[in-house]
Nanobody, 120 residues
Framework: QVQLVESGGGSVEPGGSLRLSCAAS????????MGWYRQAPGKQRELVAT???????NYEDSVKGRFTISRDNAKNTVFLQMNSLKPEDAAVYYC??????????????WGQGTLVTVSS
């Protein structure tokens, strides 16, 4: 099985920055994609940014130019650098993993979520 450990959430003022990280552990044969989703109170979970195994990235329109997703392949870790944060970015951010793992084949796994608060 794959376990995801997230870190980096917290509280910042508008215009501030945070960096989220998510490390995947387990016997991982390949990663199709890792990324971040978020869910604000009363709203559906939405994609924020993803990076594929080949390195292609995808961003939700409202975060383009402010957020950057990157990864450390050797450590199966993905990062989300969030700059110029806005109050509407406040949400619980969830790490997502898609890939092939030992004894399970292709799986999709979610992290436990990390809270991001943006307020003055």
């Amino acid at each position: 099985q794959v376990q995801l450990v997230e870190s980096g959430g917290g509280s910042v003022e508008p215009g501030g920055s945070l960096r989220l990280s998510c490390a995947a552990s387990g016997i991982i044969f390949s990663i199709s994609a890792m990324g971040w989703y978020r869910q604000a109170p009363g709203k559906q979970r939405e994609l924020v940014a993803t990076v594929t195994g080949g390195g292609s990235t995808n961003y939700e329109d409202s975060v383009k130019g402010r957020f950057t997703i990157s990864r450390d392949n050797a450590k199966n870790t993905v990062f989300l650098q969030m700059n110029s944060l806005k109050p509407e970015d406040a949400a619980v951010y969830y790490c997502n993993f898609k890939g092939d793992v030992w004894s399970r084949g292709y799986v999709e796994v979610w992290g436990q979520g990390t809270l991001v608060t943006v307020s003055s």
